[in-house]
DNA sequence: CGTATTTGACCAGCGC
DNA sequence: GCGCTGGTCAAATACG
């Protein structure tokens, strides 16, 4: 909990104003169209607030880089608390949010993320079929995503293994369930659409990557390896300038693959520091979307 | 043939 | 206690 290192999980880092203080284990970045309200009212949101009291406070940052004709006003939409305990801000769905009290919390540093990776496999966790009764599901650290798109699993640098589908109520999408390839690396991810904006993608993340990611080669820091990159290849995405569209791939499954001219290496495998120097687009790639669309205000 | 995905079943948590 | 729902497992299946 305490022991987040220097860059902080929740926000990657991206919190730089002295007055905001993220200690909690939760956390909520959302990406959205500011013009579409139904985003936060799918949340439980009104007028772009969330209803709860112990949030300090939401920004909304705006993008005003963004070309008109994309017709889609890109911004970051954050949820922070002081209070250590954010609840719904880190569950996408306020149905589900209950559970997360502290008692579902786990005391020991595994959910700070540093003992992510302990090497148990997944099912360790919930102990597979032969589930241990009275064993109380551990959460961890939970970030969200809203990302407007038309591609369901939008590619982010790691590699997945979907377990799990499972349709949503009150939603006509169903919910994909994934883990990380890593057998060291418990992260999962959940992939849904929004019922009440079907070209709005919800993927959380939860838990953090011990281990860089595949297809970025660059020595990542720690809130970068916790929480990648989200690369939107959709024909919305051509906002962000790092994006080639014409390096453009849809695999077989549907799950895009965005492949910039920077991603070549196995994980593991850095670059050196004293190669060609980064042009534009190389520099918006390290910066990741998040780094991209982050207001500066909002980070150094 | 190895790996990834699909999908039905199972389990846990929660509300009534 | 029961039903509902979210989350996970694992056998079957598909794919390269």
Redo the contacts with the bound molecule.
């Keep these: 909990m305490d022991d987040h290192n220097t860059a902080d999980p929740v926000t990657g880092g991206f919190s730089t104003d002295p007055t905001w203080t993220l200690h909690d284990d939760y956390g909520f970045f959302g990406v959205t169209d500011t013009r579409d309200s139904s985003i936060f009212s799918e949340f439980g949101w009104n007028n772009n607030q969330p209803p709860l009291p112990e949030f300090d406070r939401i920004d909304s940052g705006g993008s005003s880089d963004m070309p008109e004709e994309t017709n889609s006003t890109t911004s970051v939409v954050a949820v922070q608390s002081r209070t250590g305990s954010i609840e719904i801000a880190g569950?996408l769905?306020p149905?589900?949010s209950?559970?997360?009290?502290s008692?579902?919390r786990p005391e020991s540093s595994a959910a700070s993320g540093d003992a992510v990776c302990s090497g148990k496999?997944?099912?360790?966790?919930?102990?597979?079929?032969?589930?241990?009764?009275?064993?109380?599901?551990i959460r961890q650290q939970r970030v969200a995503f809203l990302t407007k798109s038309e591609i369901d699993?939008l590619e982010d640098g790691y590699?997945?293994?979907?377990?799990?589908?499972?349709?949503?109520?009150?939603?006509p999408f169903p919910?994909?369930?994934?883990?990380c390839?890593n057998s060291k690396c418990t992260v999962?991810k959940?992939v849904e659409r929004s019922s009440t904006d079907p070209t709005t993608v919800i993927t959380?993340y939860?838990g953090q990557h011990c281990h860089h990611t595949v297809g970025f080669p660059r020595g990542l820091s720690h809130h970068e390896v916790a929480y990648p990159r989200l690369l939107i290849p959709s024909s919305t995405s051509q906002q962000f300038s790092y994006l080639r569209p014409q390096s453009l791939q849809v695999?077989?499954?549907?799950?895009s693959r965005l492949q910039p001219q920077v991603v070549s290496r196995e994980a593991g495998d850095h670059l050196s520091n004293h190669e060609q120097p980064p042009t534009s687009f190389q520099r918006s790639v390290d910066q990741g979307l998040l780094g991209d669309i982050v207001p500066p205000i909002m980070r150094n």
């Design positions: 569950e769905n149905l589900a209950s559970s997360s009290n008692d579902d496999p997944p099912s360790s966790e919930t102990g597979g079929k032969i589930k241990k009764k009275g064993t109380k599901r699993h590699r997945w293994r979907k377990y799990g589908q499972k349709a949503v109520k009150n939603s919910r994909s369930y994934y883990r390839t999962k959940r959380t939860e695999g077989d499954h549907g799950v």
